[in-house]
């Protein structure tokens, strides 16, 4: 099971870091996504489990990190420098899908939690 928390309203500029409670059985890699209204489901950030590497859309390189905390037990999204462009509804999603060119892809993940409502605004 997958929980997501950590959203809320925030200025342009500021951080927030979103948290995804992770129990069960542990999958080979947690990434994040995010949904505007009347967009597409997006890849925001991914992290594997077996070494740690992680991967990062284009537009939140530099300003976002995945992290895992508490062991594996929960998987952080810190942002910073958000912009407007950044607010949507982001989720928490596992895989065992080992290539990692699948990381980026929301069909390869089968397990996901509700989402978390970002809003940039000033």
């Known amino acids: 099971q997958l929980q997501a928390s950590g959203g809320g309203l925030v200025q342009p500029g500021n951080s927030l870091v979103l948290s995804c409670a992770v129990s069960?059985?542990?999958?080979?890699?947690l990434g994040w996504f995010r949904q505007a209204p009347g967009k597409e489901r997006e890849f925001v950030a991914a992290?594997?489990?077996?070494?740690?590497?992680?991967y990062y859309a284009d537009s939140v390189n530099g300003r976002f990190t995945i992290s895992l905390y508490n062991g594996k037990n929960s998987v952080y999204l810190q942002m910073i420098g958000l912009k407007p462009e950044d607010s949507a509804i982001y989720y928490c999603?596992?895989?065992?899908?080992?290539?990692?060119?699948?990381?980026?892809?929301?069909?390869?993940?089968?397990?996901w939690g509700q989402g978390t409502q970002v809003t940039v605004s000033s």
């Open positions: 069960g059985r542990m999958m080979n890699a």
């Open positions: 992290m594997s489990m077996s070494g740690g590497r992680t």
């Open positions: 999603a596992a895989t065992n899908e080992y290539n990692s060119l699948h990381f980026y892809d929301q069909k390869y993940y089968a397990y």
